[in-house]
C-alpha cells in the first residue's frame, strides 16, 4: 500500500533552519504532484507549498515566501521541505501528501494520501 513517512521535524529556535524529508513507499511519486501542508493546534490544516508532477513548478502560501523552498527527487522517491528563518508561527505538524489522480493541482481534495506528519516547533 502506499505509504508516505516524514522526517527531519524537531525543536529549532526563532531564525533557525529544518529541512523535511518524505520517503514514499508502494508507488512511484514521479509524475504527480506533492505537496506540504501543516496544521497548527486549534486551527485547520493549510497547504503550505506544492510541486509539480516534475518539478517544473511550485507555489508557496504566502506567508512562507522566500522562507521555504519544496524540492522533489524522483529517483529517490523523495519531497523535501527547506525551511528558513523559522518564525513560531510555523510551529505545526508538518504533513506531505500525492495527488495520485493529478500532476498539478492546489486543491487540498485532490491529495489523496498523506503522512502521519513530523513536529515543528520554533521557540522565541
Known amino acids: 500500500q502506499v505509504q508516505l513517512v516524514e522526517s527531519g521535524g524537531g525543536l529549532v529556535e526563532v531564525g533557525g533552519s529544518l529541512r523535511l524529508s518524505c520517503t514514499a513507499s508502494?508507488?512511484?511519486?514521479?509524475?504527480?504532484?506533492m505537496a506540504w501542508f501543516r496544521q497548527a493546534p486549534g486551527q485547520e490544516r493549510e497547504i503550505v507549498a506544492y510541486?509539480?508532477?516534475?518539478?517544473?513548478?511550485?507555489q508557496y502560501v504566502d506567508s512562507v515566501k522566500g522562507r521555504f523552498t519544496i524540492s522533489r527527487d524522483n529517483a529517490k522517491n523523495t519531497l523535501y521541505l527547506q525551511m528558513n528563518s523559522l518564525k513560531p508561527e510555523d510551529s505545526a505538524v508538518y504533513y506531505c501528501a500525492i495527488s495520485t489522480t493529478m500532476a498539478h493541482t492546489t486543491d487540498p481534495s485532490d491529495y489523496d494520501y498523506r503522512g502521519q506528519g513530523t513536529q515543528v516547533t520554533v521557540s522565541s
Open positions: 510541486v509539480t508532477g516534475i518539478g517544473d513548478f511550485d
Open positions: 508502494g508507488l512511484t511519486i514521479g509524475g504527480y504532484a
